[in-house]
């Protein structure tokens, strides 16, 4: 499955697993059967339950049509008002763990589910070929709207294990030195752990440095270089964090 960084306003580095097109298929096909259902009842108790079809007699066809899209106009703005309200979301794509996030890390304005709104009139054409094969040849499996919005649609979905979490295997026998990392917070931690994972991985000695340099900022500590190095001194404020919080494993 493919990935996108997005830079936060944190300035931190996020990999997020891009929401696959069977996972956007199904999410279409979930707020579709909403809005038939949607359609079926309004109707249902327009015709039925208010027996109000008579008004339609003796009207021309542009003043029934008019009725009808009246009747039927949420269906039209179901997936821009939901987006707004949800978040990037809609009930489909919560039903699917997925939702649309802006490549640059900022969270999408209104504006930008309206683009994505407007551009879906030519993403469903030709029976939703032309959004098909947008998302198969794109980078980021973005339709037409989505790049035009500069955004993406990501999966929520946690396929991780130990090594992708705040836990960290400790020894029983274990002393911690910085009773001072309870001022952190899990999600402090995740992204500790996170970034200092990846940078070990292309040994990223800047990325360490600044890591270090922010964790000492925040906890108020001053580290003797010569006694403890940036990285033992991460990796023990990632093993001391989980020895106060109780997170060993």
């Known amino acids: 499955m493919s990935q996108i960084a997005i830079n936060t306003s944190q300035n931190v580095n996020i990999s997020f697993n891009i929401a696959g097109v069977g996972e ?22 327009f015709f039925n339950i208010f027996d109000l079809g008579y008004i339609l007699n003796g ?19 179901y997936p821009l008002v939901l987006e707004s309200l949800m978040e990037g979301q809609t009930p489909g794509k919560k039903l699917m763990k997925i939702r649309v996030v802006k490549i640059d890390g900022y969270q999408a304005s209104f504006g930008d589910y309206m683009i994505r709104w407007v551009f879906r009139i030519v993403d469903i054409s030709f029976a939703g070929l032309v959004g098909l094969i947008s998302m198969i040849v794109s980078k980021n499996n973005q339709r037409l ?7 993406a649609v990501i999966s929520l979905k946690n396929n991780i294990n130990i090594s992708h979490t705040i836990l960290e295997n400790i020894q029983e026998n274990y002393i911690p030195s910085f009773p001072q990392v309870i001022a952190l917070s899990d999600n402090d931690m995740r992204i500790i752990k996170d970034n200092y994972t990846k ?29 403890m190095t940036e990285r033992q001194f991460i990796n023990v ?13």
């Open 237 to 249: 404020i990632i093993k001391d964090y989980n020895y106060y919080t109780g997170k060993d494993n």
């Open 59 to 77: 009207l021309d066809q542009w003043s029934v049509m008019a009725i009808y899209i009246v009747l039927t106009f949420p269906i039209y703005i």
């Open 145 to 151: 709207g989505d790049i035009a919005s500069g955004t």
């Open 24 to 45: 956007r298929m199904l999410a279409f096909i979930i707020d579709l059967l909403i809005r038939v259902a949607y359609v079926i009842i309004v109707l249902y108790v």
């Open 199 to 227: 940078a070990l991985k292309v040994d990223d000695r800047q990325i360490i440095s600044r890591l270090s340099d922010k964790i000492k900022g925040i906890l108020k500590l001053e580290i003797d270089p010569t006694k």
